[in-house]
T-cell receptor, first 112, second 113 residues
Framework: QKEVEQDPGPLSVPEGAIVSLNCTYSNSAFQYFMWYRQYSRKGPELLMYTYSSGNKEDGRFTAQVDKSSKYISLFIRDSQPSDSATYLCAMSNTDSNYQLIWGAGTKLIIKP | NAGVTQTPKFQVLKTGQSMTLQCAQD?????MSWYRQDPGMGLRLIHY???????DQGEVPNGYNVSRSTTEDFPLRLLSAAPSQTSVYFC????????????FGPGTRLTVL
């Protein structure tokens, strides 16, 4: 079993829909949770960063961490075709030996 | 600032050939790393460095060597290319390893025939 599980998709939704992307993990020591966005043939870029539990909002994006369920989510409101990309979750703790643990990524397609 | 740069963008090798993938950053980051990305596998860490002169192995280090003689540069060497090393390679840098933003380069697409 992988330490971080992420549905690879693709997930296809119409423009304007609310999108929910999720990752589950097995290591209860994880404290740092990140979502990276990767456009086709580009490097990943950080989208959201959350420490410990709770929600964080940035414009149309909300990151949510539920440590009791070992489950993190990224919500995208009013989705746009420009949101079409692969979304990767990553997580770590201070004992991770400098290594982020990555999900496999979910490919998201927003249809105009 | 150029950020993280990688060369070449594309490369085709024959089995057994060697080559070096170049990575440079101009953000004065101590931490640098190399990943490979394969379909359905996500990002897998090959090697990383926490500062000049210090390197360590990641999840999939076999067949690759690294060195870090300066803060700016972190080249990845393929010693004897194999078809299993066909992948997209990303270099990343950050102020720290696992708990801070990682800035990625544009990637190198490598095909080994």
């Amino acid at each position: 079993q992988k330490e971080v599980e992420q549905d690879p998709g693709p997930l296809s939704v119409p423009e304007g829909a609310i999108v929910s992307l999720n990752c589950t993990y097995s290591n209860s020591a994880f404290q740092y949770f990140m979502w990276y966005r990767q456009y086709s043939r580009k490097g990943p870029e950080l989208l959201m960063y959350t420490y410990s539990s709770g929600n964080k909002e940035d414009g149309r994006f909300t990151a949510q961490v539920d440590k009791s369920s070992k489950y993190i989510s990224l919500f995208i409101r009013d989705s746009q075709p420009s949101d079409s990309a692969t979304y990767l979750c990553a997580m770590s703790n201070t004992d991770s030996n400098y290594q982020l643990i990555w999900g496999a990524g979910t490919k998201l397609i927003i249809k105009p | 600032n150029a950020g993280v740069t990688q060369t070449p963008k594309f490369q085709v090798l024959k089995t057994g050939q060697s080559m070096t993938l170049q990575c440079a950053q101009d953000m004065n980051h101590e931490y640098m790393s190399w990943y490979r990305q394969d379909p359905g596998m996500g990002l897998r860490l090959i090697h990383y460095s926490v500062g000049a002169g210090i390197t360590d192995q990641g999840e999939v280090p076999n067949g690759y060597n690294v060195s870090r003689s300066t803060t700016e540069d972190f080249p990845l060497r393929l010693l004897s290319a194999a078809p299993s090393q066909t992948s997209v390679y990303f270099c990343a840098s950050g102020t720290s390893g696992a708990t801070d933003t990682q800035y990625f380069g544009p990637g190198t697409r490598l095909t080994v025939l």
